[in-house]
């Protein structure tokens, strides 16, 4: 709502009590009201988003010994057997300082 306090005014308005008992009273309302087989499939739905995404998308790593790699998913075409999860190609990439 436009006018209504948010953020650090609302912070500031309210006590830190006020936040301490809506955080203990968030999942019970949500649980006493949908259920817990909601909270379940909720909970599934983002596992496979998580898996989905992390099957198909590319991702840049930065290891722990330095540098910067490109993890790339990869789907061999007409595997012997069904993959449950791609190849993972891991690609250097050059870096600025030489």
Do not use: C
Not at 15 to 44: H, I, M, N, P, W
Request: hydrophobic fraction near 20%; glycine fraction near 12%.
């Amino acid at each position: 709502m436009p006018g209504a306090a948010g953020g650090r005014e609302l912070a500031r308005r309210k006590s830190r009590e006020y936040f301490v008992e809506l955080g203990k009273q968030g999942d019970a309302t949500t649980r006493d009201r949908y259920g817990t087989e909601y909270l379940k499939e909720l909970a599934q739905r983002g596992g496979e988003a998580n898996r989905k995404r992390y099957h198909t998308q590319p991702r840049t790593i930065h290891p722990w010994y330095g540098g910067t790699e490109r993890s790339v998913p990869y789907w061999p075409p007409r595997s012997t057997k069904r993959r449950k999860r791609p190849l993972y190609i891991r690609i250097e990439m050059e870096d600025g300082e030489t």
